[in-house]
């Protein structure tokens, strides 16, 4: 009687490694159960980089405005048709000169080019001379800001605006392409007009372009001078409802060729360009 509890306690004892050693089967079963069971994981997208240029020259803040979207901003000039793009506005001399303005940085300090050429105007040293290009005839306009800008030159520290035309013909053409537009209305009455047509048989490829402007003087719903204007330059306030010596009239073309193979091209253009218009400033300058 006095060694029951001691052969309980040792019989206790006896069964505890085999009681463990059946836990860790049902334990290595049920691990070997989990792996068989598929799991789904999410789907991870690569995207892979066809130009071949390291992932950092890729990161270049630009905008491009063609297609449709241009179509809807056009304006007369280049600075009103890029007004309102985040981070670009335009200067204000009138409604017939007007230049991009980005971050705040103008005249030299943004670059206007044309077709990756820079335009040889005076719009950047005086902000009365209207830029020598009209988006009536541009089919895209890339707006690049940032560092990268001053890839174009040292001076373009605001950024670089470049109006593509395509008056030389880069690809391949079958066939014939073109667009007409026409423009009327508006406060200045405007009368705007153009045509462009591309053709070609594989291997050349031409291109013509015309266009047609005019304007008169711009409606205002009050005196062109301020009250204050009037008594500081002792000038009396006639002109009401018009901005005088605002109206503007202009015109011109192109036509290019070019000899296009697989890896490249060969190519020629000439255009004119033709613009008369008023400074609001002074009255009788034109």
């Known amino acids: ?57 890729l990161v270049v803040p630009v905008a491009v405005i063609s297609g449709r979207e241009l179509s809807l901003k056009r304006e007369s000039t280049l600075g009103d048709t890029l007004n309102g793009i985040p981070g670009v506005s335009a200067t204000q001399f009138g409604p017939n000169a007007s230049r991009p303005v980005i971050r705040g940085l103008d005249g030299e300090r943004v670059r206007i080019m044309q077709n990756g050429t820079s335009i040889l105007d005076a719009s950047s040293l005086s902000f009365d001379h209207a830029v020598g290009v009209d988006p009536l005839i541009i089919e895209q306009i890339d707006v690049v800001r940032g560092p990268a800008a ?30 007409a537009e026409m423009r009327f209305g508006g406060p200045s009455n405007t009368r705007n007009g153009a045509a462009v047509i591309d053709v070609g ?4 490829a031409i291109h013509a372009d015309a266009y047609t402007r005019k304007t008169s003087d711009l409606d205002i719903p009050g005196y062109a001078l301020s009250r ?5 330059d002792n000038t009396p306030r006639e002109n009401r409802g018009k901005l005088v010596n605002s109206s503007a009239e202009g015109d011109g073309g192109a036509l290019g060729a070019a000899l296009t193979f697989d890896n490249g091209y060969i190519g020629t253009s000439f255009s004119t360009m033709n613009n008369n218009y008023g400074v609001v400033a002074e009255e009788n300058v034109r």
Do not use: C, W
């Open 150 to 179: 001053l890839l174009y030159g040292g001076s373009a520290v605001g950024g670089v605006v470049n109006a593509i035309d395509h008056r030389i013909p880069k690809e391949q053409l079958e066939g014939a392409t073109g667009r």
């Open 228 to 232: 204050r204007k009037s008594e500081q």
């Open 201 to 204: 048989n594989g291997v050349i």
């Open 1 to 57: 009687m006095h060694y029951a509890p001691n052969l309980q306690l040792l019989s206790a004892f006896a069964f505890k490694p085999l009681l463990i050693a059946v836990a860790t089967v049902f334990s290595t079963s049920s691990i070997a159960a989990d792996a068989n069971v598929a799991i789904d994981l999410p789907t991870v997208p690569v995207t892979g980089n066809p130009l071949g240029v390291a992932s950092d020259e």
